[in-house]
C-alpha cells in the first residue's frame, strides 16, 4: 500500500515555471517506478513522464525539453520541474506508482489527490 501527497500547483503565466512535489508514504518506495499524468477538463488522463528506482526517465512528447523528473528515494519523493509552461499545460496533475513491464510504465491503482496547474497566456 503506498499513499501519495501531490503539492506545488498554482496560478502561474506563460512561459513560466512551477515545481511539483509528491511525497509517498511505506519504506518501499525506491521499488516502484513513478509517473506524473495530468487531465485537464474533459479529457482523459494522460501520461507526462515516469522515472525508474534507479532514475532513469521518459517523456511525452509534449513535455520533452520543458519538464523534468527527478526524485529522492531518501526523502521518498517525486518531483516534476516544469519550465517553459503553456496554457495547454492547464491541468490537474497527479502522482502515481507503479512499475515497468517490457519497458512500459504500467501504474498501480495507487494515486495522490492531484494539484492543479494553471497557466494564462
Known amino acids: 500500500q503506498v499513499q501519495l501527497v501531490e503539492s506545488g500547483g498554482g496560478l502561474v503565466q506563460a512561459g513560466g515555471s512551477l515545481r511539483l512535489s509528491c511525497a509517498a508514504s511505506?519504506?518501499?518506495?525506491?521499488?516502484?517506478?513513478m509517473a506524473w499524468y495530468r487531465q485537464a477538463p474533459g479529457k482523459q488522463r494522460d501520461l507526462v513522464a515516469t522515472i525508474t528506482g534507479g532514475g532513469s526517465s521518459n517523456y511525452a512528447d509534449s513535455v520533452k525539453g520543458r519538464f523534468t523528473i527527478s526524485r529522492d528515494n531518501a526523502k521518498n519523493t517525486v518531483y516534476l520541474q516544469m519550465n517553459g509552461l503553456k496554457p495547454e499545460d492547464t491541468a490537474v496533475y497527479y502522482c502515481n506508482a507503479g512499475r515497468l513491464v517490457n519497458m512500459v510504465y504500467r501504474a498501480y491503482d495507487y494515486w495522490g489527490q492531484g494539484t492543479q496547474v494553471t497557466v494564462s497566456s
Open positions: 511505506g519504506s518501499t518506495f525506491s521499488s516502484y517506478a
